[in-house]
């Protein structure tokens, strides 16, 4: 019998969630944040630390939508959105990474952070 990753399926969760969910800049409101897990990482490694900043960045993305246009403020508007959601993330990162660290994380479902759109 198969035993169930719950590493692969958080991994795999992210990746179709990211898939799906593709809003533009005028959609980014539909959704405007989302719950980055960290419960399979190890904040302790830079390698884990690093994971995380991927997972903001990608959440980033989902949350401030995809856009691919010629269009100069929609570009401008889509980065900044980008930029300000990485942002407000990183107290809640260096939050997490610090309290890991320190040994005062209890990993589990709880171990999360939100990305959202500004």
Known sequence: MLKANPALAAIA???VAAALVVPTVSQAAEVSSMRVSY???NLGSELGARILQRR???AARVVCGFEDSRQYDV????YACRSGAVEGA???YEA????FRH???TVGGAA???VSAR
């Open 39 to 41: 419960a399979d990482l």
């Open 56 to 58: 903001i960045t990608t």
């Open 103 to 105: 040994g005062t994380v």
């Open 13 to 15: 969760a992210l990746a």
């Open 112 to 114: 999360a952070l939100v």
């Open 90 to 92: 990183r107290p809640a």
């Open 96 to 99: 997490a990474v610090a309290a």
């Open 75 to 78: 570009v401008i508007a889509t």
